[in-house]
């Protein structure tokens, strides 16, 4: 008596009805069974020629459980060809997330012989059922009845899970549960050894034979991993060592394994993480690589296949071999040397991006980094010195020459409040009437917006009152994408570190910008990817060969003036009129343009 309602079989032909394949000749062997591999994939493999049927495990379906003791029959409708042990190679994509609606009159079996049957029960609350784990029961058992002959199955892997189903035997006005039965979704094959389940991108691929080797490492920037596995151990000898019927394939950061082939007489198993082009990976995997590992189910591709077997390679073929995994060992070195320099150069700079992410603690160390980097000999963390935690104080002090820097900085949000602005005033009192002397500097520095990138933030992040406020206070205002911008235009020299120290115990907004600037004009059009620009100049001179300086959204960078063109020619100094100039780099349109001031104009 069979348990479970499949859906009808029908032997899959691989004949498309568009007459542009008509011409494709299918090639008897491998047989290939797809199970829920995606259509893109199924079309891609029969427009190659393969011999292909396509099933699956069964969409999961959606039952209206909605009511306590609400339940509903429940027929499995996997699909398999009748005729599966004759298949050489199977491939399966269990992460299969396509739900159907319940509908009762395809739970009831068409035809049915004797006073009783069973079926599967799905009861409140589930709501969704998954049939996936029991009919990848099923499938082993089809599995199994190929024998004596080799053949391969190749999944691509999901999560560990199992699923629990109850099944009952149904009789006129009756019926009476079988009792419950747990299966797994990897139960296709007699043991997968499931460790963690774990999700990530960052893989590596172990050391393999060069050309699966150079497959997986093909695909493996799209590819992610779902679940991790161990490697299995025999005694042997008096000890545990590995089974070498398993192969690592991919591993994780973490050394997991992610991927991995099991080798046995007849049977041989690839588990494989998420490829995203599944479609050009199968095929060229079905091509390229598994005719030399299996030969024996591609009888059609294999003719000359021991022209790659040691013993009939060519000459030299095996220096240049091994020539070959030279250069791959020193370029994998590289790569890790490479990496490190990255990993490093991240963490010695790490207190700039976090000076635009963090806030509290976190924050007032990254400035303080920052404020040494400066230039700033005597910096403290007020926090760790003040005497009494009770009363807000500043975050920062700063020991000047001539005076006492105080700097209260925060991140938020939002923008700041008027009172936030103005909190530093008060203590800047406070240290003026403790030293008996008006040489206290008073600075507010925010991270604002703080979880937006800071090219979408509000800058300058302070009200025009609150700009006007803190000059009458004599204080002033600060934010922390000012300072990063500050770091590179230093780099630049666009600015010293003098003048930035300087500008930092200005009143009001602080800004920090190249001195002596004489305004040239703001650019009207840009063309050449930027690099030419139109201006309107105004009684100041510039020449082919001077240096100018770029601000855009209140940054600063510098350029070379290339060459400069009045009515299509090339002249060597202009004054007065609209000009065409090409620039050493690239500027983007409504960018203002500056030019050192000459000695005679400063005087």
């Known amino acids: 008596m069979s348990i479970f309602k499949q859906s009808k079989n029908k032997l899959k032909v691989n004949v498309s009805t568009n007459s542009t394949d008509e011409n494709i000749i299918i090639t008897e062997r491998p047989r290939i069974c797809c199970i829920d591999l995606e259509e893109d994939t199924i079309s891609a493999l029969q427009k190659s020629g393969a011999n292909i049927y396509s099933g699956t495990l069964g ?14 029959q429940i027929l499995l409708h996997y699909d398999f060809p009748p005729n599966l042990h004759e298949f050489d190679i199977i491939i399966i994509d269990l992460n299969n997330f396509k739900t159907i609606e319940y509908k009762e009159e395809e739970h009831i079996r068409e035809t049915h012989t004797g006073k009783s049957s069973l079926s599967l029960l799905s009861s409140y609350p589930e709501t969704l059922f998954d049939p996936r784990p029991l009919s990848s029961l099923i499938l082993s058992n089809q599995l199994r009845k190929i024998s004596n002959r080799k053949y391969l199955v190749i999944a691509f892997s999901s999560e560990s899970y199992d699923i629990e189903y109850d099944s009952v035997i149904i009789s006129e006005g009756d019926y009476q549960r079988q009792g419950i039965q747990k299966q797994n979704i990897y139960s296709f094959w007699g043991y997968v050894p499931t ?15 060069i050309d699966m080797q150079s ?15 161990n490697h299995p151990t025999i005694w042997s000898n008096g000890s545990s060592t590995l089974d070498s019927k398993y192969f690592p394939l991919v591993t994780n950061l973490n050394g997991d394994i992610v991927s991995y082939l099991e080798s046995n007489e007849f049977e041989n198993l ?3 993480p998420q490829i995203k082009d599944k479609s050009n990976f199968i095929l060229e995997f079905l091509t390229k690589v598994a005719p030399s590992i299996i030969p024996e189910l591609f009888p059609y591709s ?33 790569i890790q040397e490479s990496q490190k320099k990255i990993e490093d150069n991240l963490n010695r700079y790490l207190f700039l991006h976090d000076i635009l992410t963090e806030t509290g603690n976190t924050l007032v160390t990254s400035l303080i980094k920052f404020l040494k980097w400066l230039g700033f000999d005597n910096v403290k963390d007020f926090d760790e010195i003040k005497s009494n935690p009770s009363i807000l104080e500043e975050d920062i002090q700063v020991v000047l020459s001539n005076g006492l820097l105080v700097i209260e900085c925060k991140g938020i949000g939002g923008t700041s409040s008027d009172s936030d602005c103005n909190q530093i005033s008060k203590i800047k009192h406070r240290r003026c009437k403790e030293r008996n002397q008006f040489d206290v500097y008073a600075l507010y520095v925010v991270n604002h917006q703080r979880y937006l990138p800071p090219l979408k933030r509000q800058n300058p992040p302070f009200s025009e009152h609150q700009i006007q406020d803190a000059k009458n206070d004599e204080r002033g205002l600060l934010s922390t994408w000012q300072l990063f911008n500050l770091y590179f235009e230093i780099s630049d020299g666009l600015i010293s570190k003098e003048e930035a120290r300087k500008s930092i115990l200005e009143y009001g ?10 305004f040239v004009s703001e650019t009207t059009e840009v063309f050449n990817d930027g690099r030419i620009c139109i201006v309107n100049i105004d009684d100041v001179t510039i020449s082919i060969d001077d240096e100018l300086y770029i601000e855009k959204n209140g940054k600063f960078s510098k350029v070379k003036l290339l060459d400069i063109q009045e009515n299509d020619k090339s002249v060597q100094q202009v004054s007065k009129g609209e000009f065409g100039l090409k620039l050493s780099s690239k500027i983007s349109k409504k960018s203002l343009i500056w030019k050192k001031a000459s000695a005679n104009t400063l005087q």
Request: hydrophobic fraction near 25%; charge should be positive.
């Open 509 to 518: 907004l602080v800004q920090f910008r190249p001195k002596d600037l004489s």
């Open 270 to 272: 690839i588990i494989l």
């Open 215 to 229: 497959l997986l490492e093909k695909y493996k920037k799209d590819t992610s991993y779902n679940q991790t596995f």
């Open 302 to 334: 294999t003719t000359f296949n021991w022209k790659e077997q040691s013993e009939y390679w060519l000459p030299k073929h095996s220096d240049l071999l091994d020539e070959c995994a030279k250069i791959q060992n020193e370029y994998e070195k590289k």
């Open 59 to 72: 969409s999961k379906i959606k039952v209206p459980n909605h009511k306590y003791r609400t339940n509903h």
């Open 195 to 209: 460790a963690e389940p774990k999700y990530g991108k960052e893989i590596t691929i172990c050391k393999m034979r």
